[in-house]
């Protein structure tokens, strides 16, 4: 049995301004099945959630590098 997808989540390279976006909402909503398209605006919770990421990243790194380095006796 094949996997049933419900939607795709598209993420852009940079942020663009509105009216640029435009062009790519409407080629996405003329691909065949695509129901809808609905742009996120970027703001402070996906900035946050973004340096929290890092921040949990760089944790996870400094205790696996405590616990495999060890200081010189």
């Known amino acids: 049995m094949t ?3 419900k939607g795709f989540l598209i993420t ?3 942020e663009i301004r509105s ?3 435009e062009h790519i909402i409407n080629a996405l ?3 065949k099945g ?3 398209v609905k ?3 970027d703001g402070a ?3 946050m959630m973004y340096e929290k990421g890092v921040m949990d990243t760089r944790k996870e790194i400094l205790e ?3 616990k495999e380095i060890k200081p010189p006796k």
Do not use: Q, S
């Open 34 to 36: 695509v129901e809808n």
């Open 12 to 14: 852009l390279e940079k």
């Open 39 to 41: 742009p996120y605006i």
């Open 29 to 31: 909503k003329m691909i």
């Open 45 to 47: 919770e996906d900035w």
């Open 19 to 21: 009216d640029d976006a």
């Open 3 to 5: 996997d049933r997808f």
């Open 64 to 66: 696996w590098m405590r």
